[in-house]
Nanobody
């Protein structure tokens, strides 16, 4: 399975971005839960959003109310809408297959996409 995240960039505080994650290989992706992680400079990778195969969604407290996860199963693509961005949201964002919030990610990490929030 290949995971390709895209859509990152430089944005001012308060701005918005939409990230995408294309999943290829591994058959029908709709049977899997999917997750977004991020890793800020000097910090561990953290789970920030998750969507189950049935569409149940959970967020980390740090992004709740500002980020929105969604998926398009017809295109094997996962999305993350980032709104009201803060400098502390600066990180490399990654996606992965993950059945439930408390499970471990299934696949080798892709390259991720860098989000930089700065004025």
């Amino acid at each position: 399975v290949q995971l390709q995240a895209s859509g990152g960039g430089l944005v001012q505080p308060g701005g918005s971005l939409r990230l995408s994650c294309a999943v290829s290989g591994g058959g029908r992706q709709s049977i899997y839960g999917m997750a977004w992680y991020r890793q800020a400079p000097g910090k561990q990778r953290e789970l920030i959003a998750h969507i189950t195969s049935g569409g149940s969604i959970k967020y980390a407290n740090s992004v709740m109310g500002r980020f929105t996860i969604s998926r398009d199963n017809t295109k094997n693509t996962l999305f993350l809408e980032l709104n009201s961005l803060k400098p502390e949201d600066t990180a490399v964002y990654y996606c992965n297959r993950q059945v439930y919030w408390d499970d471990s990610p299934r696949d080798t990490w892709g390259q991720g996409t860098l989000v930089t929030v700065s004025s």
